[in-house]
């Protein structure tokens, strides 16, 4: 891991169950490693971003302002 991981996030709303949450996040420049325990959908509004998924070989996913985003849990 490299860079400083001070992300804030804001949640703007959370169901009732729990089971599903809106807001915002953001981070620092740095490469960082995330495991997701639950499914993550992210619209990218400012910035640029280089995924990278361990274990798969190839160029990496570049996500550009715009551009939605689905990480599954696991």
Do not use: K, N
């Amino acid at each position: 891991m490299e860079g400083t991981r001070d992300a804030t996030c804001l949640f703007a709303s959370i169901s009732r169950d729990r089971g599903a949450a809106g807001g915002f996040w953001g981070c620092a420049v740095g490469t960082y490693r995330f495991e997701f325990d639950y499914d993550e959908f992210a619209y990218l509004i400012e910035g640029r971003v280089e995924i990278t998924q361990a274990g798969v070989e190839g160029p990496p996913l570049v996500w550009e302002p715009g551009d939605m985003i689905h990480f599954p849990q696991g």
